[in-house]
């Protein structure tokens, strides 16, 4: 175990080296950041002026090694907009994004498990015929068509659900302020949360079904049901464990996903969080804040990667880790 977390710690710094050369190459073609900083009246001596000041006229080899040097000390820039530390903007609009991707991840386990689970138990029923078209829908529609119509019949219509905005919400610790904690919290966050679901739901009911459906054909599950074990054992024991192997590898790299799939969510939505963020920070050449998401974001890949094979392994006893070229 301690030889592959070595092994994955070199492989996290790699992936962020590589994320951090990539965010701030972009940067060039985004535009012009004095543009936004000072606007068209001023003059190109002082511009020239605020150029040397920035580092702009710098090579680019000297700028990403100064950006390197800074963001290993926390810095990360400031943002041209916020005038303020990237990473502290960021950190502020990432308690939004995190509870509406748990919010997610929390509908996406608690349906597609029963519903994958049921499919294959009873592929031919009418019942799983009608989920598995289901999903096909669900796949096929994109995620801000979703939304928007959710919003015409839940907030227009039926005039049930608010259809922006995180509503009242409580401060906990630092920068992270929960919308758990007040019902118009739970009321503001059921939409965007089913909304942004619905991206990987059809996919995990498909993929859980495909895998327990193999599983269900294997040479332990036939000895368990001539042993005369209840079916129910057999199904969510032996089967559903064995099942869940592949779907918590992909699984989980999915989710992670769900931090990018949040800006059109978070856009149709008015949600304040990082996908938002990101957005206005594009339309504002705000180059400082986007590359900061960037590197923010590729972090989060990392991390959830990491602890997905750490899970895997857990649930996997005879897996070998230190042996897992992944």
């Known amino acids: 175990m301690l030889a592959y977390l070595v092994k994955r710690l070199f ?3 790699a992936v962020m080296f590589a994320i951090s050369l990539v965010s701030f190459a972009i940067q060039d073609n985004l535009g012009d950041p004095l543009r936004e900083l000072v606007g068209q009246s001023v003059s190109d001596e002082v511009r020239q002026q605020l150029r040397d000041e920035l580092g702009l006229n710098d ?12 963001a290993l000390q926390g810095d990360l820039g400031t943002s041209y907009f916020f ?8 950190l502020k609009k990432l308690p939004a994004t ?19 689970v049921y499919t294959a138990i009873k592929p031919n029923s009418v019942a799983s015929r009608i989920i598995m078209g289901a999903s096909i829908i669900g796949i096929s529609v994109p995620v801000f068509l979703t939304a928007i119509l959710m919003i ?7 005039r049930w659900l608010p259809s922006f905005g995180r509503g009242d919400i409580v401060p906990v610790w630092g920068y992270w302020s929960t919308n758990f904690a007040t019902a118009d919290g739970w009321t503001h966050i059921m939409l965007p949360s089913v909304a942004l679901a619905s991206i990987m739901l059809p996919l995990f009911v498909r993929l859980i079904r495909a895998e327990m459906m193999e599983t269900l054909q294997s040479e332990y ?14 199904y969510f024991v032996h089967a559903l464990k064995n099942t869940l192997l592949p779907v918590i590898t992909v699984g989980g790299v999915q989710i992670g996903t769900m931090v990018a799939y ?11 969080g990082m996908g938002f963020m990101f957005l206005e920070a594009v339309n504002r050449v705000d180059t400082p804040l986007i590359v900061a998401y960037l590197i923010v974001v590729g972090f989060i890949f990392v991390v959830t ?18 042996r897992m070229g992944a």
């Open 305 to 322: 990667n990491t602890i997905v094979d750490l899970i895997y392994g857990l649930v996997n006893p005879t897996v070998n880790l230190a």
């Open 262 to 272: 949040t800006i059109l969510t978070e856009t149709v939505f008015q949600w304040p």
């Open 59 to 70: 090579s680019f080899l000297q700028q990403y090694l100064r950006f390197v040097g800074n």
């Open 221 to 234: 599950v036939k000895y368990a049901k001539a042993k005369g074990i209840h079916p129910g054992r057999i």
């Open 152 to 158: 015409f019949v839940f907030s227009v219509e039926l």
């Open 98 to 116: 995190l509870e509406l991707v748990f919010g997610a991840t929390v509908i996406i386990i608690g349906l597609s498990v029963p519903l994958g």
């Open 83 to 90: 005038k303020e530390p990237a990473l502290d903007v960021i």
């Open 11 to 13: 492989q996290a710094i």
